[in-house]
């Protein structure tokens, strides 16, 4: 762990041999010499920085005055300074009137040396605050938010919900040190250019991937985002990257499932956008994993289910959950299911069209259709189970 001594330690080893073998030692704020090129010394209480840290400025010792300095040698003392408040003490051995630039060149480098230690260590502690925040909303378990809420306001976080899942992965397998190394210029690139916000997104490495809890705004388009980020980082890695995404989760419950169900389909490792809220994407997932362990992919076909309800009506709903269910009973012969119907082709055909419509499945092609609808139907089993049970 890195320590004040530490870090002036170094310093004093690293300038002390540009000084032309001067004696260097830097000071707390309590006065003692904590680093020094006269190791000897290192330990001992130093009058003069004492005086500096008392009086905020410059303290010069010349040789006469060395007995009103106790422990302490001819040379130049200057206060280290942090956000004007002192931190330590710079000495350089010497007459001071001979060595005061060199000690302040001296100083200023330290003061900045410091200066970008304690911006990094505070860097590492937002990632890692960050990092379990992630991994607390994407436990699975029943989410502590008094804890995600504490630490969220360490770093100023103020990510609320719907938030969506969007899982990022190179394609090309590395070791994980250079997978990790590349995850840390993924997300210094995405927040400066401000396509991830630390004010509102919640970000890391899980399961060797990179993880992103976005907020998107009312006015913001996830597609437009996408495309933009993918064309950014594709075109500054040149590598191409599996990205996944799910819908927007309006409880922590559903984004955690969310976000197991988005890893089952990043597995494959194929470049590509997969949206997991999608036929597509519930394909993948479906022969992916065991959907016993998980609600989400009822909870998908529940969605599709109350949506060709409402869409449709009660009495339409029935009549096209019917219909379905009778044209691939036979196969999806349309003569042999309009006649066990008593109704014309073309009702039947209009019957099914108006499914695809609604559901969006015209574009699918003919085993994707049938998969979700046979589901579908499978489902409305189960409710009429349930109540006829109930």
Known sequence: MLTFESIAQDLVDATSSLLCGRTVNIMNQEGIIVASSDKKRIGDFHQGAADVIAKGKTVRIYKEELKDYPGSKEGINMPMTDNE???????????????????????????????????????????????DILKLLLSGEKIELSSVSKLSSVIMLDSNLPLTCIIIKPCNK????????????????????????????VYGVLNESFVILKTFDENEEVESWLKQTLYFIESIFDKKYSVVLSGNCDSYA?????????????????????????????IRYFTQSYISKESLGEDFIQNIYNVLEKELGNKAFKEALRTLEVYYKNDRSVSKSADQLFIHKNTLLYRINKVYSVLGLESENDFIREYFLRLLLAYNDKIYNMNTKG
């Open 85 to 131: 408040k002192i931190i330590g003490v710079v000495g350089v051995y010497g007459n001071p009137d001979e060595v005061e630039d060199t000690a302040n060149l001296l100083r200023v480098y330290v003061e900045l040396y410091f200066k970008q230690i304690a911006h990094t260590v505070k860097q590492e502690v937002e990632e890692e605050i960050r990092g």
């Open 174 to 201: 590395k070791d994980k040190v250079a997978r990790a190394l590349s995850f840390k210029e993924l997300q210094s690139c995405l927040v400066s250019s401000e396509l991830m916000l630390s004010s509102k997104d």
């Open 254 to 282: 559903k984004l955690a499932s969310s976000y197991n169900g988005a890893l089952e389909i990043n597995k494959n490792n194929v470049s590509g956008v997969y949206y997991l809220n999608s036929y597509e994407g519930m």
